[in-house]
């Protein structure tokens, strides 16, 4: 006669191993995740001025307080970025943003910049999946789930292309 179990102890103690299993991994990612925005807010990339820019934006979000200045120098025959730098002041969140956008759009092509912008705008409202987002910028997608910090991650993107669309001069 088969003899049926309803809850077979080698079920439940592998799928409490793969709980804590993924449990132990989300922690170990969010672990990492603050680590890198972490690094790069105490050494940000890109940080400073930059003379003889040909792009530059400003922008403050009044209710946090963060306040950032982008800085391109677009090379006007190839339309490539040679240079990028920010300043600013603000939550970690934001800085960390900011020197992460500095990395990421390095010797890109205005056209180029502007789709990261819209990619990394769109995966912060779930137009797109986290997945499409890679390197030290996939850190800034767990920011989604504080939809009050959302702002503080997309302010240098949002500068950004505003100094891509200006062209403006200092």
């Known amino acids: ?43 940000p990339r890109h940080f400073g001025n930059l003379e003889n820019c040909s792009h530059h934006a ?3 979000n009044p209710v946090c307080g963060d306040r950032v200045c982008v800085q391109l120098k677009v090379n006007p025959e190839t339309r490539k970025i040679e240079k990028q730098a ?12 900011a020197s992460i956008m500095a990395e990421e759009i390095e010797a ?3 056209g180029e910049a502007m789709e990261r ?10 137009k797109l999946p986290s ?7 996939q850190a800034l997608m767990g920011v989604k789930k504080f939809p009050v910090r959302i702002k503080c991650a997309l302010l240098p993107w949002t500068t950004l292309k ?9």
């Open 131 to 137: 997945e499409s987002i890679e390197g030290d910028l």
């Open 1 to 43: 006669m088969l003899k049926l179990c309803t809850k077979p102890e080698s079920f439940l103690i592998g799928r409490n191993a793969m709980n804590s299993e993924r449990q132990h991994t989300e922690l170990d990612l969010s672990d990492l995740y603050r680590d890198i925005i972490m690094d790069h807010r105490r050494d």
């Open 58 to 60: 400003e922008a403050y």
């Open 86 to 97: 920010f300043e600013g002041e603000g939550c970690s969140i934001c800085m960390a943003s």
């Open 162 to 170: 505003e100094a891509l669309e200006k062209g403006s001069k200092i």
């Open 117 to 126: 912008v819209q990619t990394f705008r769109d995966a912060m409202q779930d």
């Open 108 to 110: 890109m092509s205005v």
